[in-house]
């Protein structure tokens, strides 16, 4: 069933610029939480916090739009508690926009029992075992009383590499939980958006079969599942760019779970607006850091009497008060602020880096600083 | 020997005002890194960081001097590096007063081998396993390398209980041992303060002797060692309003390692100065809150769904910004925010605690106020 109701208009995208020479494009979401400046990265606030930062934190980084794990907070502290607060913003006191994922790759991913029908997702939690249903309607309702500001489609998830016929199975699937979605998220007459997901593993013709039928039953952005899940990195670069061709120019396109500085330079070019990952918040509890000459790990020996900043370019907290030396000493003293310290570093560099390629795409130079970063990033080791 | 030369003019105490109607006193100590109120609670900032807190969290605390401790700076970093920065300082970025203690309690309670002879102390690194000796001339170098504006001697520790002939010869050591830990600091000619250790056990001829020696070498202040080792708490303040009693009242006193809200309150009033102690911190990264109603263990299931702040009394950021359900939830899911809102709140009310001790000596109202805060804390269940 498809609801013939115009697409409410509450987040609204807008396109800024778009860069002459690739697929880049500058834009703004705005949301009712605040305006959004694309292209964006969400750090990963996975269980109601940024690991060790508090919200104000995020504010001083000038994080835009904050990604929460609908797994996660589903099942502890649970929608019973949220529901008390009236949503996740007040509960964790951020006040900026929140995008919440479905779900649907956690359970994939961290629950212990799976059983996928067309209904949705039986799963077990993997914190205490108990027996728990997402289902389209489901996963809308929750995010929905997290009061996201976008929420995304429940979609099934398949394992890479992964048969045709299975991906197939699950494309159906998806697609039929994506209108289910859209049906319950119209009924909620919301001030939020729904994003569909494409889906489709690695197989051009199935990707563009998703594409055409999330189309079909039109939402106010969309996603690229099933992308950095094992695949060599040329072939996430060839899918991604693939899909983003396909997509509605209007609309905005997030890739999720992506990735590495490199990473979010190529899509942004192939035309990606948003991105989430954990790669600069876990790595950095690892001890790795990005910086503008590569990545470094702040374990390494060669730190311990190292009075300079992480990097030199970087203005951050870190950088501007602490230096390598110390970092090290917290690190080697498995010192809770080691983790602080590194976090706040590795969020502004990622911030830093999307602001910079939305200044370049606004000033008709984004080729020369996406070479620039490339020319540091393409041949360097981050640890995943 | 003794030396002739007056004490180093550098850190100075001035006494403000002096209860009516128990031994309680506000003073001022200027040091080179700034003025300390007493009565002051110091925050433990063990190895270079109050565990989870930046110092710009210290200043937002108004924390006004800070411990380090000497055993694991030398262990880790180590002199060599710290003295790279000019000092501890420099270092960790904190530019307010540091006391440093000398070591010899960290030795005798977490040092795997501890051999002590009149020359000094031999230990194993609980760490690595590697052999060190602190002498009185070397634990004087240390705090001197890590710029501490108070130092303190190096002491031979007890346990508890002890007979009266092993108490009687640490004491013997402990003072040979502060007169050369002052020889050694008095060459220095450092803008630093020296304090000397009571120590005594729980005999009260022994700490008078003890006092009568430390005296005769004279320092810039007394400390009190070797309370809080488990005794009973009347014991424990009978001990420390006796030594207290018999020391100059023209001096700063600090009793070490102590202690709980109705500790200090019960040996303000008895007339000290100055305190640390790990409980305000430790116990924040086991849940426990201190509040103007006595303790609450944050897990506490009853706070799952309570939208109120920890303290309603209190202004910190944990209580301005944060529920006790959020808080809860962050401490169930073991995310790093827990320690940090929880330590952030506790070192707010020991600083608040302190605050409000020194106004109402100032304003005549000292034993109105320590009665306010003994009816909730004397019968409180602290854990430790």
């Known amino acids: 069933m498809t609801f013939v109701d115009p697409l409410p208009q509450t987040v609204q995208f807008h396109l800024d610029k778009h860069c002459q020479n690739t697929h880049a494009r500058a834009g703004t979401l705005k949301t009712l939480h605040g305006m959004v ?11 109601g916090t940024v690991k060790s930062l508090c919200p104000r ?22 929608c019973d508690i949220i529901r008390i607060f009236g949503g996740l913003h007040e509960f964790m006191q951020w006040h900026g926009p929140i995008l919440t994922d479905s779900g649907g790759f956690q359970v994939f991913s961290l629950a212990k029992l799976r059983d996928v029908s067309d209904d949705g997702v039986l799963f077990q939690s993997h914190i205490d075992g108990s027996r728990h249903m997402l289902t389209p309607q489901s996963v809308v309702d929750i995010q929905d009383c997290l009061g996201s500001d976008i929420l995304m489609c429940l979609d099934d998830v398949v394992p890479y590499p992964c048969d045709h016929t299975r991906i197939q199975d699950a494309l159906t699937r998806t697609h039929k939980w994506a209108q289910e ?10 001030h939020s958006a729904l994003f569909g997901i494409v889906q489709g593993g690695m197989i051009k013709d199935l990707r563009r079969q998703s594409i055409d039928a999330l189309n079909e039953i039109d939402f106010p952005g969309y996603a690229i599942g099933g992308l950095s899940v094992g695949e060599p990195q040329s072939l996430m670069y060839e899918i991604g760019a693939y899909c983003l061709d396909l997509l509605p120019q209007s609309k905005p396109r997030y890739i999720m779970g992506v990735g590495t ?15 989430d990952c954990v790669m600069p918040t876990r790595n950095a509890r690892n001890g ?12 390494n020996a060669a730190y311990k009497e190292d009075t300079g900043p992480v990097d030199p370019e970087c203005n951050c907290y870190t950088c501007r008060q602490f230096s390598r030396a110390y970092l090290n ?5 498995r010192e809770l602020l080691a983790y602080r310290l590194n976090t706040i570093h590795n969020i502004h560099f990622y911030i830093q880096l999307m602001k910079c390629m939305r200044e370049a795409i606004l000033e008709d130079r984004f080729e020369l600083f996406s070479k620039s970063v490339l020319s540091v990033y393409a041949r360097t080791s981050v640890a995943s």
Chains 1, 2 share one sequence.
């Open 37 to 47: 400046e694309t292209p964006i990265f969400m750090p990963v606030g996975t269980a």
């Open 57 to 78: 934190d995020l504010v001083d980084l000038k994080v835009q739009l904050l990604l929460g794990n609908t797994y996660h907070l589903y099942l502890r502290p649970g």
């Open 181 to 190: 979605c859209k049906d319950a998220w119209l009924k909620k007459k919301t």
């Open 261 to 275: 500085p490199a990473d979010l330079v190529h899509l942004v070019a192939a035309g990606c607006d948003m991105f």
């Open 288 to 299: 790795q850091l990005f910086t503008s000459r590569g990545t470094i790990n702040i374990k």
């Open 329 to 333: 000493h917290l690190y080697r003293s």
